[in-house]
């Protein structure tokens, strides 16, 4: 899939303080949660690719790794601002909250950890990030209308864009299957925790996480159909098939719509 380099710029001041995400307190805490994981998470993606980039076996795939680490370092550029703005405004500890994550990251970077264990945990995050992402593309997740919903949706286009660069490398490098699968089942246990607890602190800082309102929504995300957990279930349990291959699943979702509307760099 093509990749190309976007440069964007979201006015998000006005809508990040509110429940911008279809008005649920719930939803928005958790994207918002999520935003919080993809600095150091997505430097995690980009140096595992990078690790491999002389393999000669990967001679043919210099642009992709290229673009996709040019794509992945936009994003944390974005994200960084993002969570900056938002703690400005809502008056959270970023540090604590990131904390969060960094301390199950530092999981995968001990020595017992090797570069391709590595590279098996960025496939499986970028699978989990590319279904969600395509979700979201399909209005399956987020109905609001407003820059914090249009950077989400910039993101998404760009996840699915590359979303087969990392399992690519893997495969090309001989990377096991057996060790993907269980990769999988435990990165998305622990992602899933880890946002959670992000949103539940973020919730309370808010007195909202009380709210009947809010519980009702969380049972929705984790246990209705058409919440973002169930929506995103079948997707993520298709990466066990034995045939997988990212490059044509999700093949149904046109891009062509999201290229054109974020084919321009300011949005307001």
């Known amino acids: 899939m093509t990749m190309i380099k976007r440069d964007p710029s979201f006015e998000l001041k006005k809508h990040l303080s509110s429940n911008w995400a279809n008005d649920d307190a719930f939803l ?103 279904t969600m992402g395509a979700n979201i593309l399909k209005g399956k997740i987020l109905k609001s209308d407003n820059p914090v919903v249009d950077m989400w949706k910039w993101h998404s286009l760009e996840e699915v864009e590359h979303k087969s660069v990392s399992h690519d490398v893997y495969q090309t490098i001989n990377g096991s299957n057996k060790v993907l699968r269980i990769v999988m089942k435990l990165a998305l246990i622990d992602l899933i925790f880890v946002i959670t607890r992000i949103a539940i602190k973020m919730l309370k800082h808010d007195k909202q996480f009380w709210k009947l309102s809010t519980f009702k929504s969380m049972f929705k995300f984790f246990f209705s159909k058409k919440g973002a957990l169930r929506v995103n279930y079948a997707d993520y349990k298709s990466f066990f098939d034995k045939d997988f291959n990212p490059e044509t699943h999700g093949s149904d979702l046109d891009l062509t719509p999201w290229k054109e509307r974020f084919s321009t760099n300011q949005f307001v």
């Open 28 to 130: 928005t805490a958790v994207l918002n949660a999520l935003s919080f994981c993809f600095p150091k998470g997505e430097k995690f993606f980009m140096n595992s690719v990078r690790a491999f980039k002389e393999d000669v076996r990967l001679k043919d795939m210099s642009e992709e790794i290229r673009m996709f680490c040019i794509q992945e370092a936009t994003h944390t550029r974005e994200h960084i601002k993002y969570n900056q703005l938002l703690c400005e405004l809502k008056g959270y500890d970023l540090e604590k909250l990131e904390s969060i994550f960094v301390k199950s990251l530092e999981k995968s970077y001990t020595d017992k950890v090797d570069n391709k264990t590595r590279l098996a945990i960025t496939t499986a995050i970028e699978h989990i990030t590319a």
